[in-house]
């Protein structure tokens, strides 16, 4: 027990704390939230909970390690597919359609962002890319599913 915190504990809730700040579109609050949850897991690899909240963190994680620990990032997309191959399975109860297993962490990530109506440009600062990127990814994503509007994408999402 690190001072008297339950450690596991506390990276669950910090998980489920940026969620509810990202909704808000309080980014930055998100990032420092997932950034301290990360640092209590990361010694131990505890990466579990990052792993099951990956797609609901939306880009989060991206933005705290994808660049600054690309070992890591990867074992957390390896973990994230994995994991995910099983549920995307279950359907989307919104839509009652199977939940999308062909895009990639990142770009369910920004699937899920373009789902809550942000823009390209809210998306581009909240995962730190540029705005062309952003439009490369959705592009891609719209090719992906098979689809030619943005709004769509809500049907292969679990949100």
């Known amino acids: 027990m690190a001072d008297g915190v339950h450690p596991i504990s506390m990276i669950y809730l910090g998980c489920v704390q940026a969620m509810c ?32 909240y990956h797609g609901l963190l939306q880009g989060t994680m991206e ?3 994808r660049k600054k620990e690309p070992e890591m990032y990867k074992k957390l997309v390896d973990g994230v597919l994995a994991f995910s191959r099983g549920w995307m399975k279950i359907h989307n109860p919104k839509t009652q359609k199977a939940v999308t297993d062909l895009l990639s962490p990142l770009e369910y990530s920004i699937a899920m962002l373009a789902c809550r109506d942000w823009t390209n440009q ?23 599913l098979q689809i030619d509007k943005r709004d769509k994408i809500k049907e292969f999402v679990n949100q």
């Open 21 to 52: 700040q990202i909704n808000l579109k309080e980014q930055e609050e998100a990032i420092q939230t997932v950034s301290q949850a990360w640092e209590r897991a990361r010694a131990d690899k505890f990466m579990e909970p990052f792993i099951e």
């Open 63 to 65: 933005v705290c390690i």
């Open 122 to 144: 809210e998306i581009a600062e909240h995962l730190g890319l540029s705005v062309n990127t952003v439009k490369h990814y959705v592009s891609g994503i719209l090719e992906k």
